[in-house]
């Protein structure tokens, strides 16, 4: 499953937005294989596409692509030197997809800053010094490696070296590897590496709820959006607060009160369709009397490879998917009409994968 991590500096909201995100939580007894820790969230991906199709299937069961959300707290000043939560901390963090740093957009006097002022793009720098700062130690051990390896004349450790040079001089200037302009194959020689400020990023910039219908005149969340258009990384805006109250209501009461705010989606759900674009990420279904399915697979990816995150037997025994485009399937309102009008396609092994496939894998046990 996708994993984003949440990263920002003590009060600035994050367990405010990390609960809301625990109560909206997607149903535990679609994922009985994962174990879910305390500091982990698992929301449903928005995408109505598969009810539709539970509908016209009459499925049992819907079960809708998830994202997991991973609470990192701890990282303050200091945290890459072992203080806060210092490495605990860091192997957490090891491991997302991404990482969301949320951002204190609000003005409120009653809520203590740890910095003593508003400021995101100074609690930006912090947080992505530490990140660079521990980076700069995984590149220098490797380095250190390295430079013994190419000495005794080893053509890759020479190709790598200067790479690793470049990025230690980068990161020694607090310049996160994603904003140091690499190219894919210097990108390549380090994810083995998997630096901290190479992952994509978004800041969630938090404001307050009464400026929830128009925040344009917030000037915070103004120099978030420059900072992070500098950088290639994206930003979300929201209200905690306001999320916090979304998560206590019903689906409908839900949707009332955010007409009534006067926006057209959650936070949250903004929150998720900016980590899908982020990554790259599509959804692709399968559909059937017993469930409907959404599962999640970067752009790109071809069909016995979408196959194996249903099972590793299908992609291993995979021969060819039979698959219908969504909007194709709802213009002829049936599996057999889509076939009687050719529009369910046998795919071979090179096809890659579009956005809202309705896919049968055939495979040998
Ligand atoms: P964390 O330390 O980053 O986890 O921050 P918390 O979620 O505990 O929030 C710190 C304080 O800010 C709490 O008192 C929250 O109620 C408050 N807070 C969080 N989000 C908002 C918001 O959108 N508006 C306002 N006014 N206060 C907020």
Known sequence: NLEVGIVGLPNVGKSTLFNAITKAGAEAANYPFCTIEPNVGVVDVPDDRIYKLADMFKSKKVIPAAMRFVDIAGLVAGASKGEGLGNKFLSHIRQVDAIAQVVRCFDDPNITHVSGSIDPIRDIEIINTELCLADLDSVEKRKQRIEKIAK???????????????????????????????????????????????KKSLYVANISEDEISDYSGNEHVKRVQEYAANEGSGVVVVSARIESEIAELSDEEATAFLEELGVTESGLDKLIKASYALLGLINFFTAGEMEARAWTIVDGTKAPQAAGKIHSDIEKGFIRAEIVAYDDLVTCGSQNAAKEKGLVRLEGKEYVMKDGDVTYFRFNV
Not at 152 to 181: F, H, T, Y
């Open 152 to 198: 005794s004349g080893d053509k890759e450790a020479r190709i790598e070296l200067p790479i690793l040079e470049k990025v230690i001089e980068g990161l020694g200037d607090a310049i996160p590897v994603r904003a140091q302009g690499l190219d894919d194959e210097e990108l390549e020689i380090l994810k083995e590496l998997t630096l901290l400020t190479a």
